[in-house]
């Protein structure tokens, strides 16, 4: 089983469509929490952290369930600018600190 | 403020020769993490290093691959002897001291072993 697993996609959807993005983690000792989006050939960048109480970042809000390892990113009112790979991360905690584990990664496809 | 700093870009390497790659980390950062990502695949975490230390290499390949982030200067991901599986895209990121979740990439090199 793969440590961070995501909805593979790829997402198509108009703009100003709501799109939900989910992601599952199989190492209980995980600490913190992102989703990062990357767009062709970049690097990826820091979308937003994810908290247990949820939290929310202009049209995008992001929810963390410990219970059952479950995270998941919302979109609403999509742009064209949206459209990018989304990739579900987690930071794991012990001697590994400091090693980020990826998902795939989800694509998105905003079209006009 | 510069970014994490990468070079080069792209590197064109013939199987058998070695590929070198830099990594200039952000203003105050003290912690270096090396990323692969092969075409159609995640990221997948190579090494993590603070000045003149290893402190995980987990992800690292046995074989031909090693890493160091000198008192001074850039660190270095070095390969030796590449193969054609070696293609990819390497990221590097770096971090403040006691902030390791926050990691900001360089724009990558990509290794192209022919």
């Known amino acids: 089983r793969k440590e961070v697993e995501q909805d593979p996609g790829p997402f198509n959807v108009p703009e100003g469509a709501t799109v939900a993005f989910n992601c599952t983690y199989s190492n209980s000792a995980s600490q913190s929490f992102f989703w990062y989006r990357q767009d062709c050939r970049k690097e990826p960048k820091l979308l937003m952290s994810v908290y247990s109480s949820g939290n929310e970042d202009g049209r995008f809000t992001a929810q963390l369930n410990r219970a059952s390892q479950y995270i998941s990113l919302l979109i609403r009112d999509s742009k064209l600018s949206d459209s990018a790979t989304y990739l579900c991360?987690?930071?794991?905690?012990?001697?590994?600190?400091?090693?980020?584990?990826f998902g795939q990664g989800t694509i998105l496809t905003v079209h006009p | 403020n510069a970014g994490v700093m990468q070079n080069p870009r792209h590197l064109v390497r013939r199987r058998g020769q070695e590929a070198r790659l830099r990594c200039s980390p952000m203003k105050g950062h003290s912690h270096v993490y090396w990323y692969r990502q092969l075409p159609e695949e995640g990221l997948k975490f190579m090494v993590y290093?603070?000045?003149?230390?290893?402190?995980?290499e987990s992800g690292m390949p046995k074989e031909r691959f090693s890493a160091e982030f000198p008192k001074e200067g850039p660190s270095i991901l070095r390969i030796q002897q590449v193969v054609r599986g070696d293609s990819a895209a390497y990221f590097c990121a770096s971090s403040p001291p006691t902030e390791e979740g926050t990691q900001y990439f360089g724009p990558g090199t990509r290794l192209l072993v022919l």
């Open positions: 290093l603070q000045k003149e230390n290893i402190i995980d």
């Open positions: 991360v987690v930071l794991t905690g012990g001697t590994s600190y400091g090693k980020l584990t």
